[in-house]
């Protein structure tokens, strides 16, 4: 079994090792463990396997075949398309536009106050 495969897929992967252990609910420390000591609970491989769409044999030897890495890299490729970016009609975009307004009235007001205030 080579353990080490996983860090080299994860190099291309979003969130890289850190996200893949996020994604098996493991600490990233336990899993960076795991490969070092090349030791990992057959759940948790089955759980890698199927996130990075590869076979499990492929940590023991088996050469990932074509299709695997077109299905890793289409898979990868619906992900991202999933993930919507923020646009400028967003509400979060108009909030922020509205509080940015809200301080520059405020700061308007203050400095006329103190025009209004200052000794003469």
């Known amino acids: 079994m080579d353990l080490q495969i996983i860090k080299k897929m994860c190099e291309n992967r979003e969130g890289g090792l850190k996200g893949l252990a996020k994604d098996i609910n493991m600490s990233e420390a336990n899993l960076h463990r795991c490969i070092n000591n090349n030791k990992i609970q057959a759940t948790d491989l089955e759980k890698i396997a199927s996130l990075l769409n590869v076979r499990v044999g492929v940590f023991f030897g088996e050469t990932p075949n074509e299709n695997d890495e077109i299905k890793a890299l289409k898979e990868e490729n619906r992900r991202l398309k999933e993930m919507k970016p923020l646009e400028k009609s967003s509400e979060l975009y108009e909030l922020c536009r509205e509080l940015i307004s809200n301080y520059k009235q405020r700061d308007?007001?203050?400095?006329?106050?103190?025009?209004m205030t200052?000794?003469?």
């Open 118 to 120: 200052e000794i003469k």
């Open 108 to 115: 308007c007001i203050i400095d006329k106050l103190v025009s």
